[in-house]
């Protein structure tokens, strides 16, 4: 099943299972390359041959940006909240509580819907399932971007969450199904390319939506309608977009396989041959798709009961003898770094904010702590005190270290994937848990508010680790349980 990855910065997890089976099967794919040395008498085809004769064009670059742009909107749909809690604390009364609530709601929803968009996607197909969550998921942003109280903002993120999960669980499946064994990692490398570049435009995306001081009323709801609700709207888009780009896809080849529709699977492959191909190129030889043993889904199994057992079979050992310790080690450290990484850096653009105010008021000796607290403090005095400190914009430094960070996330993973294998993830994982740690603790006593930024922003580059502990997880499992 596809859907055990829920959460945004698993992706690499995720990636890494397609590397993995790209691999075992290029072995395969060369032997089986053999047939197209004679073209004209191929009728049979097995998926992997198929594609591998459609070449790689036009048709699969298109697919590689798409894909990496709707996993870019899961990244916006998820951390979009962290830049608006601030400015949006005043329209919405929000207390810190509640911050922490809308910060962890979309990731609760993503939680709750993956394993039930991971079945509809191998029953139902992949596209069937990204299109419409996409949809319904810029529905829902929209929705929640008229909220005019927490409840109802947490209600409609929450739905969000929910649906954004289909296209989270479903496009590394749907985007690799496109692609040969050969071809399957440049695919899958191409979109996180895509993904990470995707990343690096979110603090601009933020600056120039929110940092607007207009206004529009809107009777009907007795809200005032100002940019940080908008700013929703924008992160939803991408999405929006690859949905409509998507209908003019077909649902994967390999899926419709599994399904037993070999001819629909053998119009696709040739739609796609023609649009890598020139237009004065025959058709391919292929009258039939082949199944084998790889060709399959879970929507050749009959019966929900059938399909819940599937999933009780590929879960449940992973909490049985001799996996439950690693499990649970696994599991554990897992928590913490998402906890510290996610967590964290859902208040960060926040409270940075807090401490560039708290600059230019000349403060230059005071904890982090402080000036969060003096600043609730001050919001909670009185009626004049509470629109001195409601700003409906933040400080353009915020959004200045908010992309270092993003900038240094992006450096540091490379870094790793450099040097991991020579040094061992095991000094990988010491080494930056234990500067992740001095960070944190260093970042609430030191009284050094342009030194406690720099120490903040180390401490959520712990989430490096994410990529190590998954790598280190596929060591310590079997193929059917990653």
Known sequence: MNERFPTVRDFQHRQSYYLELSAQHRVQSVIMS??????????????????????????????????????????LECLSISYVMTVAECDLQLTTSQKGILSAVVIIGIIVSSHLWGFLADTQGRRAIIVPTLILSFISTLISSFSTTFVWMAVFRFCTGFFISGPSASI??????????????????????VFGTGCLFMPGIAYITINNEWELAVPFLDIIYRPWRLFFV??????????????????????????????????TIQWIHRINSSKDEPALPIKSI?????TKSAGSTKGFKAIVKLIWDQTAPLFMKPYLVRTGLICFIQFGTYVTAHGMFMFFP???????????????????????????????????????????????????????????????????????????????LVFIFTCSGIAGILVVFLAMPSVTIWLYIILLLGCYNINVINAVAVDLFPTNLR
């Open 34 to 75: 053999s047939k197209f040395k004679d073209p004209d008498r191929q009728e049979d085809a097995t998926v992997d041959d198929a594609l591998t004769q459609a070449k790689f064009g036009l048709f699969n670059y298109t697919l590689i940006i798409i894909s990496g742009t709707i996993i870019t909107a899961v990244m």
């Open 172 to 193: 590394y499946a749907y985007l690799g199904e496109f692609h040969s064994y050969n071809t399957r990692s440049r695919a899958i490398m191409g979109a996180s390319f």
């Open 234 to 267: 924008v992160c939803a888009l991408p999405g929006l977009v690859c949905a409509i780009a998507l209908l003019k896809f077909p649902e994967s080849p390999k899926f419709m396989v599994g399904q037993g529709d070999t001819d629909r699977a053998v119009e």
């Open 290 to 294: 082949v199944r084998n043993a790889n």
């Open 350 to 428: 926040g409270t940075l904010n807090q401490i560039m105010i708290a600059q230019n008021l000349g403060v230059d000796s005071s904890t982090i702590c402080d000036i969060v607290h003096a600043d609730r403090s001050s919001i909670t005095l009185g009626n004049e005190t509470v629109l001195l400190n409601c700003k409906q914009t933040l400080e353009e430094t915020t959004y200045m270290y908010t992309f270092i960070a993003d900038v240094f996330y992006m450096l540091g993973v490379g870094l790793i994937t450099l040097i991991i294998d020579k040094v061992g993830r095991l000094a990988v």
